[in-house]
């Protein structure tokens, strides 16, 4: 008989193992983050602007083609979180980057 904790899974009505239910509730919290042209973006992905964004609150614009050496995924399937010098807490949305 297998020493492992059982945990009850409110979905399924069953009892399973609780390694086994943890690695399900993870695939299940995990959010697909994709770039213009579908590319699957994830945390410290280098990505370019594929157009001109105006910085709300920073009186900046950045230029289609800058580069933004780090990224990270908020959690959100469209915004993604990164640093660019000048600009603080700026979260770009996917759709306007190309993963490089």
């Known amino acids: ?18 390694s086994e239910l ?21 945390d410290g992905d280098q990505v370019t602007l594929i157009r001109d964004l105006e910085v709300k609150g920073a009186g900046q614009t950045l230029k289609q083609g800058t580069l933004i050496k780090s990224i990270w995924l908020t959690g959100d399937a469209q915004e993604i979180d990164c640093k660019y010098p000048g600009i603080k807490g700026l979260v770009l949305r996917a759709e306007f980057v190309k993963k490089r």
């Not at 008989?1 to 609780?18: F, H, N, V």
């Not at 943890?22 to 994830?42: F, I, M, P, S, Y």
Request: aromatic content about 8%.
């Open 1 to 18: 008989m297998s020493d492992e904790d059982y945990a009850y899974d409110e979905e399924s009505g069953d009892w399973l193992p609780a």
């Open 22 to 42: 943890a690695a399900k509730q993870a695939a299940v919290d995990t959010v697909e983050v994709r770039d213009a042209v579908g590319n699957l973006l994830a």
